[in-house]
């Protein structure tokens, strides 16, 4: 197989994951020598089930501590399993933090990363007295009053085409800042008022760029910040000292990539 995942085998066949997966205990997506990762834990499973090593090359590289509730990876198999039963194969094998939801057979020129038309991410910020239990390896814990509209007015500054220099973290890959955000908006999750739900959705992303966005919008909530702070930072001119702070990784999951040729 290319290093790229582009070609396997001529009888390989190529097949879509569909993963959930608590982020909380792995080191991120890819696979590292410093801890458990999504994709080595993936890998073994599979080689469990198929009988062979097959790399997995998933959609992006989620950080340490990030969340997915449907991130996409692909991998080429020895052998066919009829679709529907690789998710209970390789569950059998998983650890609780790590589910296949789906599997697809899909043609060889399909790439999980490359094929991507953009994802979606939702931060979720706990906004209340005191922090829950239950849930607090999936949201940041934020207290005080947090004006949710003056948020939800300022996240809109980030729809489009901007450099968004300001908003990245230092160590990241040197690639260029410009990036295309479809929709950007803030709410109170429904059923549960303390719960404050930051939705990005954008073609591609820079390193930590959301949790940035997501401190960016607290500072507005907490009136540290306006709108038109956001927007002066995203013509190029801003430097990251500038944003809000970069929200913990907790808080933070990829809920849905897109494509145009796969569904579930």
Wanted: hydrophobic share 40%; net charge negative.
């Amino acid at each position: 197989m290319s290093e790229e995942g582009r070609s396997s085998a001529e009888s390989d066949i190529r097949i879509a994951l569909l993963t959930e997966y608590d982020g909380t205990d792995f080191v991120g997506f890819q696979r590292q020598d410093n801890g458990r990762s999504v994709q080595q834990t993936l890998e073994e499973a599979v080689e469990k089930v198929y009988g062979r090593f097959c790399r997995i090359y998933g959609c992006s590289r989620t950080d340490s501590g990030v969340h997915a509730r449907g991130h996409v990876s692909h991998v080429d198999v020895p052998f066919a399993i009829p679709a529907e039963k690789i998710p209970l194969a390789l569950n059998a094998v998983l650890d609780d933090d790590l589910v296949v939801i789906a599997a697809k057979e899909m043609p060889k020129e399909f790439h999980a990363r490359f094929d991507s038309k953009g994802k979606r991410y939702c931060y979720r910020v706990r906004n209340a007295k005191v922090p829950s239990a239950i849930d607090r390896r999936t949201e940041a814990f934020v207290p005080g009053s947090l004006d949710v509209e003056a948020m939800d007015d300022a996240a809109k500054a980030f729809i489009g085409t901007h450099d968004f220099s300001a908003f990245r973290a230092q160590g990241g890959p040197d690639i260029t800042p410009i990036r295309t955000m479809k929709d950007v908006y803030v709410k109170r999750a429904e059923g549960d008022p303390d719960l404050i739900e930051i939705t990005v959705v954008g073609e591609s992303f820079l390193y930590n760029m959301v949790r940035i966005m997501a401190g960016t919008l607290v500072y507005v909530g907490q009136d540290k910040m306006t709108r038109g702070e956001i927007e002066k930072l995203l013509t190029g001119e801003g430097v990251r000292k500038e944003a809000g702070k970069t929200m913990p990784a907790k808080g933070l999951t990829l809920e849905e990539v897109f494509y145009e040729d796969l569904t579930w």
